[in-house]
């Protein structure tokens, strides 16, 4: 399955590349959200339902995108019923310095997990 989720990476990078203000950007970075085997507090856990919420995660792309330095900010979701190891989200920030990126990507991902998702971990015990 990493394989598969490193793949789609690659694809949203070469994506990114051909961006016609690409020539703009000195960095991408990105982030690979995955189910882990245990919850937060310790327990075992033997996957997640997963649900996304379109209208609020193009607006926090839009957000993200209009920072300066930003050229693109692709994101991708899985939602469902995913197992331990199924890739969640995947976002990759474009951009002209790491002063820029890195925060942006930061943002995005807290924004991603705090205001367009919904999870529940399903419990291994």
Do not use: C, Q, W, Y
Not at 13 to 27: L, S, T, Y
Not at 69 to 97: F, H, M, Q, W, Y
Request: no cysteine; charged share 30%; aromatic share 4%.
């Amino acid at each position: 399955m990493m394989t598969k989720t490193l793949s789609e990476v690659n694809r949203m990078v070469r994506a990114i590349r051909a961006h016609p203000d690409f020539h703009k950007a000195g960095m991408i970075a990105s982030h690979l959200g995955v189910v882990r085997s245990f919850s937060r507090g310790g327990r075992s856990v033997s996957g997640v339902d997963v649900a996304f919420d379109d209208e609020k995660l193009n607006r926090i792309v839009r957000d993200i995108k209009s920072r300066h330095g930003i050229v693109d900010v692709p994101i991708e979701t899985n939602s469902g019923k995913l197992k331990v190891r199924d890739p969640i989200v995947t976002v990759v920030v474009a951009g002209d310095i790491r002063d820029n990126v890195f925060p942006a990507l930061i943002d995005a991902v807290n924004r991603l997990k705090s205001e367009a998702v919904a999870k529940e971990e399903n419990l291994a015990d």
